[in-house]
């Protein structure tokens, strides 16, 4: 591990972190030296995690936060800050997809839901975090998007809506908080094969669909995000701010 990859001293906050592409951004941080709080809905699911990063060598903190709760947020962050004396790293993970349909068919019930967990959730955590990080003279925060907030994906409107909107927030908080040496950027992942996304890759119409307009000829694994998400909380991206890194497999290379 070279000094640009180097989290030693560092804490690291990764939400949805119990499994899938969470999971292994939190494995990948903790292997170059961060000290990870863990979090999601349910803390049995995190403790597996918490265990295996520390079996490994690593140290790891679990502690169970719904998205889409400002008060469990605020707590977490407060956890995080009590356990370590500091944060450096956000991971701006969590996020929901109740409406597997049209926009117009959705209920409000959905809409709220998925803007509360994927856009508020988000900046409630940021909001509670930016203060220890201006403390410790900067940090990173990183926001996991999608290909979804570039453009659209099918019977997923309001999904990729909040998507969109979080690649907005990146960018907004990228310019407000520069001058505090904190640095906000976005993943935008293609289609990976997660619980999350299981609707999805386990339809065989659509996951031929996909893997047909892909050039890399496949989907992408949890940890094939990991890597980018290291980069973005380390040394290495001192300069890179406000942008967004996708990761697709060349889905949305422009084609004629």
Known sequence: MTSLFDLSGKVAIVTGA???????????????????VLSSRKQDGLDPVAEDIRAKG???????????????????????ANAYGRIDILVNNA?????????????????QKTIE???????????AVV??????????IVNIASINGLRP???QGIYSMTKAAV????????????????????????????KFARVIWENETLLDEIVRRTPAG???????????ALYLASPASAYATGQVFVVDGGVTIPTI
């Open 18 to 36: 119990s499994r899938g592409i969470g999971q292994a951004i939190a494995e990948r941080l903790a292997e170059a030296g961060a000290k990870v």
């Open 58 to 80: 690593g140290e790891a903190l679990a502690v169970a936060a719904h998205n889409g709760s400002k008060e469990a947020l605020q707590a977490l962050a407060q956890a995080a």
């Open 95 to 111: 996020a929901t997809n109740p409406h597997f349909g049209t926009l117009l068919d959705a209920e409000d019930s959905m809409w």
């Open 117 to 127: 967990v994927n856009i508020m959730g988000n900046v409630w955590l940021t909001q």
């Open 131 to 140: 203060p220890h990080m201006r403390t410790v003279g900067g940090g990173k």
């Open 153 to 155: 994906g099918k019977m």
């Open 167 to 194: 690649i907005s927030l990146t960018q907004t908080l990228a310019m407000e908080l520069a001058s505090d040496n904190i640095q906000v950027n976005a993943v935008a992942p293609g289609l990976i094969k997660t």
């Open 218 to 228: 496949r989907i992408g694994e949890p940890d094939e995000i990991a890597g980018i």
